[in-house]
């Protein structure tokens, strides 16, 4: 058991990562496109054409080199990936020969989160290559996955300390508030604020998974950074901890969201006074033409 520790904290910390990763993209891409559509309103100085904010549940990979690599979907096969992963791993290391070959409850319980999660993927990847399917599904198959992790993390508390069940319920308070957002994306899927929401309690849930690893298996012997893991008290200071997350995680969106408006608009200026600059240097040289043409005239 002892040497189980360790690994259960790296799969915490791994799925922290993991939402961390993901809200972080979410975010960004849905800023880069609600700045461009505001660009796109509000200058009416030029003849750029406005291009209307739309909501996604995924996002390209703009940055890839070529074009046929930025036409894949990147996000959905990544998810893929890293559930089929983690789905294994799970299912290795919760394997028990003993009293019959079974995989154990705690294990088999995080495979059913990872599967909801698996197959909205495969439901991306189908809507990305145009398969027929129902308007909406993506949002609908992102509403289904964290309604099963929500109904896993309530239900998953039996035989835990007190402490323990503690970050487990909040999670699934994360988790069902994740599943809200999800609901109203599927009624309002080009809304900017709800994408916010879906990245907020996403990256809520990978900062609380990393410390709940740090609060179940502290990597240090200090009695300051040991948690009691049956005292109230312990359970009031991690609701507190859990509020700072979300107003720590709610500040760090909208820095994100200033960095990009920041570089955004600077970018727009600079392209601004490179059209100036050649507007300009275009009449000069107009002026130098009609100039000589006059001394060649007289």
Known sequence: MVRCLPLRQRQL???GAFFIAFALWWHINNCIRYLKSRDGANDDRTNRSHTKFRGSVTYSCFYLPCKSLRC?????????????????????????????????DENSHHTAMLFGFFLGAWI???????????????QTMGFLAFAIEA????????ARNMVDA?????????????????LAECFSPN????????????????????????????RTTNPLFIWDLNSHRSISLLTMSYAYHLAGNAFLLIMVYLLIYKFSSTAVRLEEEG???????????????????????V
């Not at 990936?81 to 995989?103: C, K, Q, V």
């Not at 991306?124 to 993506?138: A, C, D, N, Q």
């Open 275 to 297: 059209e100036e600059e050649s507007a300009s240097e275009y009449k000069l040289i107009m002026s130098m033409n009609n100039a000589d043409n006059d001394v060649e005239s």
């Open 72 to 104: 894949l979907p990147i996000e959905s096969i990544l998810k893929i990936l890293i559930t089929s992963i983690h789905f294994t791993i799970e299912l290795i290391t919760g394997y028990s020969p003993e009293p019959r070959s079974h995989i154990r």
């Open 191 to 218: 809304s900017f604020w709800l994408i916010v929401a879906r990245s907020l309690f996403a990256m809520t849930q990978g900062t609380w998974f990393l410390q709940a690893a740090f609060v179940l298996w502290p």
């Open 151 to 158: 109904l896993m993390m309530v239900f998953h508390l039996h």
């Open 166 to 182: 503690h970050i487990h319920q909040l999670l699934g308070l994360t988790a069902a508030c994740s599943m809200v957002g999800a």
């Open 124 to 138: 991306e990847i189908l809507v990305h290559y145009k398969v027929p399917l129902p308007p909406r599904i993506p």
């Open 13 to 15: 910390e791994f799925r």
